[in-house]
C-alpha cells in the first residue's frame, strides 16, 4: 500500500447539462488536479429526473437533471458524492429514487440521501488506494418534515429522502437594535396573530427542526421573542460586532490534501 492518500475537495457542482467538451484551458487543469488524485470529492447540487419520475416541488428555484450529468463528473474526475442538499427532493421521493439509482449504476461513493432513515444515516464505505473510506453527508436545512428520509413501521411505510442535521441558531444583538425588533413584533401583532414565547423558530416550514433565537446581548439569560416573520422583514444577518458584508459564492476552491508519513496533512493546493 502507498504511503500516502490524496483527497481532492471541492464544493457544490450545480450541473445542467453534459459539460465534457468545454475546451478551456483552466476546466482541464481541473480535471487533471482531480484525475491525480485518489479520490475526488464534490457536493452533486440536484437531483435526477430518472426511471422513477417525479413533480417539482418548487417553483423559481427548482432544479433537475438528466442521468447525462453523473457521466460528465465521473469523467471529470468526481469518485465520491455527497447527495445531500437543498434540491435533493425537488422532485419529491421518485426523485430520490432516481438519484440513488443511476448514481449507484456508476459506482460512485455516495452519502446523504437514501430509501429510508436506517440506510441515509448509514456511512457509505469503500477501499480505494488500499485504504478504508468512509464518507457522511447531511442537511443543515431548514426543510420541511416530508423531505427527510424516514423509516416505516406496520402501519406507514418508509420515506425515501435525505439526511437531516438538526441545527439551533442563536442570533445576537444590541439592546438598540432588540428594541427595534420588539416593535416591530408588537405591530406586527396587531395585525395578525402569533406566539408570543421566550423561543421561537425562524421563518421556515411548519414542523421545521432548524429553530433560530434572536435575543438581546444585554439580557443572555431572559430574552423576549421575535416573530417567525423576521427573516421576511429583516432579510440580513443580527450580529453583535461590527457589519460585515454578506457576499453569496457562487465559484469553488479545490482543495487537494495529500496524508500520510511522517508528517500527517500536507496542503499541496487551495
Not at 465520491?80 to 448514481?103: K, R
Not at 433565537?213 to 439580557?219: E, I, P, Q
Request: aromatic share 6%.
Amino acid at each position: 500500500m502507498n504511503d500516502w492518500f490524496t483527497l481532492a475537495v471541492t464544493g457544490q457542482s450545480l450541473i445542467k447539462h453534459d459539460i465534457r467538451d468545454i475546451p478551456a484551458p483552466a476546466f482541464r487543469e481541473v480535471q487533471s488536479l482531480l484525475r491525480q488524485a485518489d479520490l475526488s470529492f464534490t457536493n452533486f447540487e440536484g437531483t435526477i429526473l430518472g426511471r422513477h419520475g417525479g413533480w417539482p416541488l418548487k417553483g423559481s428555484f427548482f432544479g433537475c437533471s438528466d442521468p447525462v450529468v453523473l457521466d460528465t463528473l465521473r469523467a471529470i474526475g468526481f469518485r465520491a458524492l455527497s447527495l445531500s442538499n437543498n434540491h435533493a427532493f425537488d422532485l419529491g421521493p421518485s426523485g430520490v429514487l432516481s438519484t440513488l439509482e443511476e448514481v449507484e449504476k456508476r459506482g460512485f461513493l455516495h452519502a446523504g440521501l437514501g430509501r429510508d432513515q436506517a440506510q441515509v444515516s448509514r456511512a457509505s464505505t469503500a477501499t480505494i488506494g488500499g485504504r478504508r473510506v468512509a464518507i457522511v453527508a447531511m442537511d443543515g436545512g431548514p426543510g420541511p418534515d416530508f423531505m427527510y428520509a424516514a423509516d416505516g413501521d406496520d402501519d406507514r411505510p418508509a420515506r425515501p429522502g435525505v439526511n437531516r442535521l438538526r441545527l439551533t441558531q442563536v442570533l445576537e444583538v444590541d439592546a438598540a437594535a432588540f428594541e427595534q425588533i420588539r416593535a416591530i413584533r408588537d405591530i406586527r401583532r396587531s395585525i395578525s396573530p402569533m406566539t408570543v414565547s421566550r423561543t421561537i423558530r425562524r421563518a421556515s416550514p411548519p414542523n421545521s427542526r432548524s429553530a433560530s433565537r434572536v435575543r438581546s446581548s444585554g439580557d443572555r439569560g431572559n430574552s423576549d421573542a421575535a416573530s417567525r416573520s423576521m427573516k421576511r422583514i429583516f432579510p440580513g444577518t443580527f450580529q453583535r460586532s461590527r457589519p460585515r458584508r454578506r457576499t453569496d459564492l457562487w465559484w469553488s476552491r479545490i482543495c487537494t490534501i495529500t496524508i500520510g508519513r511522517p508528517t500527517g496533512t500536507r496542503s499541496l493546493t487551495g
